[in-house]
Structures are given as structure tokens and as C-alpha cells.
């Protein structure tokens, strides 16, 4: 992608977020308060987040591929259910990562 | 209002926007693993001032996604300001055009929830506006650092930053999946419904395009039926 579509893609996208702020101060409160709205709006960073886990994790372009990112998200797994903070959950994985990327070469 | 209870809510506040500052930086690894330079990191930082939004559109970004799966995907995460900003008008009242314009870009998770816990109206502004100002300065200069600091690694360690991704990403996840949380067990199906399915369109749409189907593709399995 070139720098100026770059550009583009995150001017456009932050004055779309902040217009999506700015509704909720603007906006008649019935309009959003709608059972289905809000339990969307609840559920849908769970989607997202796990299909970004999962994109990010195995895939490289159309393909699926395992490699120390696999790992790395492994290891990250078991220190979130181990309660480690944020801090060292992004550490061990990218050790994990970067080993993994020094046995295979 | 007491100088108690004031100065609980100053320290929650600074706490809050310093602990962001590590999330900061993972941002800005993540933004310059995706491709963006060390500038347009910090414009999405200053300009789109909400953490998932700016981690979702880097993510697309990364995978090799396109320009309207990356802002769909923002834009999907963004929709969550929204109820917030309802939840906040009556509390904050902000007067006039103008303090309603400067007052929608500090809504985001961290300053709803520090205004919503406040004991009462005064306490609710004074903890958006201390809260907001220490996150915004906060994860500004935290994305500069982990932006530049990400630009100047070498291969291995860009190896590292690759695992790092999709661990932030699940790091950002987990807290909604774990008991405690709103409904965690439908949100737990949720989020294996978007990774499945976002991983099996993966070979057959262009990349970054499975995100946002996976999103839309769970959102309408849980649509309301019939008359409801």
C-alpha cells in the first residue's frame, strides 16, 4: 500500500471513529438503547478480536501458515490463564517467537 | 464534593492513563509491524484516540488487508463510543457546540468507566477530564516510542514482534472470555465463531476482508428472531 493510501486509510478511519463519538453525545438516547443494539455492540469486539487473534496468528496472505507465531500465542495463552500482566504476556510470546525463528533459521 | 473523594478520583485517574502507556507501545510495534510509518502511528493515535479501533485497523493492515477492511473493521469496533457517549451526555452535559466537539474524542472504555464510578456529577467530570488528558498524553508518547522502537529492530527481533501481535490482540480478548465478564460464555462462542470463521474464508477473499465478514457473519447468527 503506498504511503498516501495509508494516509488516507487512517484519516478516514479516525474521522469515522470520531464521528461515532460524537453520536453518542448527539444522538436521542432511544436510538441506542435498544436491547439488540447493545448486546451487538457487546459481542462484536469478541468476534473481532478472535478473528484478528486468528489471522494474525496463521495466516500469511491467503495462506494458512504455522510458525513461531503459533508459539508465541501459545505461551501467551497460558500466562493470560495464569494471570501474568500485560507486560510480560507480550514478552514471553515474542521470545517464544523470536526462538522459534532461531532453531528453524 | 470532599477532598477525599476528589483526590481517589485524581489517583485513579493518572493510574488508569499510565497503565495504558504499555498498551501504547504494543500499539505502536503493531503499527510499524503493519507497514505504517513512525508519523502516520502517532496521527492514529492523536486523530482516532481509541485503543481496539487503532489495534483492529493495523491488524487488517498487517494481514494484508485493504484499505475498507481496515476502516470497516475500526469502524466496527468504534460503534462501542457510541453507547458509551449515551451513557456519558447526562453526566457530562457538555454545553455548547464546541465542548461537545472537544468532549467526544476522550470517549473511550477507560474514561466511561472512571466517570461512571465517580460518587457523583462533578466527581464524573473532573474524572473524564483528568482521565482523559493523562490517557491522551500518555498513549500519545507511548506509540512514538514503540513506533520508532520497532522500526529500528533487526530480523530476529522482528520475528519477536510478529509473535507479539497476535498476543496483544488475544491480551485485548481474554478479559471478555473469562468468568466475571458480561456473559462469558456466549461471548466465548462468539469469539470461536469469529476465528473459525475468519480462518476458513481466509484462502478464498481478499486478506483482511475474512475480519470483517467473520464479524458480520457471528453479529447475524445472533440477530433477533421473529418479533423480538
Redesign the interface.
Known amino acids: 500500500m503506498s504511503p498516501g493510501t495509508l494516509w488516507a486509510v487512517v484519516l478516514v478511519a479516525s474521522l469515522g471513529c470520531y464521528l461515532l463519538k460524537l453520536a453518542g453525545l448527539s444522538v436521542p438516547a432511544a436510538w441506542v438503547e435498544r436491547p439488540w443494539v447493545t448486546r451487538v455492540v457487546t459481542f462484536v469486539p469478541a468476534a473481532l478480536l478472535a478473528a484478528l487473534v486468528a489471522v494474525q496468528a496463521l495466516t500469511s496472505g491467503q495462506d494458512l501458515v504455522v510458525d513461531g507465531r503459533l508459539a508465541g500465542l501459545a505461551v501467551a495463552a497460558l500466562a493470560l490463564a495464569l494471570r501474568a500482566p500485560f507486560i510480560v504476556v507480550l514478552v514471553l510470546a515474542g521470545a517464544t517467537g523470536a526462538l522459534v525463528h532461531v532453531l528453524t533459521g | 464534593m470532599s477532598r477525599a473523594a476528589r483526590t481517589a478520583v485524581l489517583r485513579d485517574a493518572v493510574g488508569l492513563g499510565v497503565a495504558v502507556g504499555?498498551?501504547g507501545v504494543?500499539f505502536g510495534a503493531a503499527a510499524d509491524a503493519a507497514?505504517?510509518?513512525p508519523w502516520?502511528a502517532l496521527?492514529?493515535s492523536l486523530?482516532?484516540?481509541?485503543g481496539?479501533?487503532q489495534?483492529?485497523?493495523v491488524?487488517?493492515?498487517?494481514?494484508?488487508g485493504?484499505?475498507p477492511a481496515?476502516?470497516g473493521?475500526?469502524?466496527?469496533?468504534?460503534?462501542?463510543?457510541?453507547?458509551?457517549?449515551?451513557?456519558?451526555?447526562p453526566l457530562l452535559a457538555?454545553r455548547g457546540l464546541a465542548r461537545?466537539?472537544g468532549?467526544?474524542?476522550w470517549?473511550?472504555d477507560e474514561t466511561t468507566a472512571l466517570a461512571v464510578a465517580a460518587p457523583d456529577r462533578g466527581l464524573a467530570r473532573l474524572a473524564f477530564l483528568t482521565g482523559g488528558a493523562t490517557i491522551y498524553l500518555v498513549w500519545n508518547a507511548t506509540t512514538l516510542v514503540g513506533a520508532l522502537g520497532a522500526a529500528a529492530l533487526g530480523?530476529?527481533?522482528q520475528?519477536?514482534?510478529?509473535?507479539?501481535?497476535?498476543?496483544?490482540?488475544?491480551?485485548?480478548?481474554?478479559p471478555?472470555?473469562r468468568a466475571g465478564a458480561?456473559?462469558p460464555a456466549?461471548?466465548?462462542r462468539?469469539?470461536?465463531?469469529?476465528?473459525?470463521?475468519?480462518?476458513v474464508l481466509?484462502?478464498?477473499v481478499?486478506?483482511g476482508v475474512?475480519?470483517v465478514a467473520?464479524?458480520v457473519a457471528?453479529?447475524l447468527a445472533?440477530?433477533?428472531r421473529g418479533a423480538a
Do not use: C
Not at chain 2, 73 to 89: C, D, F, K, P
Open positions: 504499555l498498551y504494543a507497514g505504517l510509518d502516520q496521527v492514529t486523530l482516532m484516540f481509541t481496539a479501533s489495534f483492529a485497523m491488524g487488517v493492515l498487517g494481514a494484508g485493504g484499505g481496515a476502516i473493521s475500526a469502524l466496527l469496533l468504534g460503534t462501542r463510543n457510541t453507547v458509551y457517549g449515551v451513557r456519558l451526555a457538555p461537545r466537539l468532549t467526544a474524542q470517549v473511550i530480523e530476529t527481533a520475528a519477536a514482534l510478529d509473535a507479539v501481535v497476535p498476543a496483544a490482540f488475544l491480551a485485548l480478548l481474554w471478555r472470555l458480561e456473559e456466549v461471548a466465548r462468539v469469539a470461536l465463531g469469529g476465528a473459525v470463521v475468519a480462518l481466509t484462502p478464498f481478499p486478506a475474512q475480519v467473520a464479524v457471528v453479529a445472533g440477530r433477533p
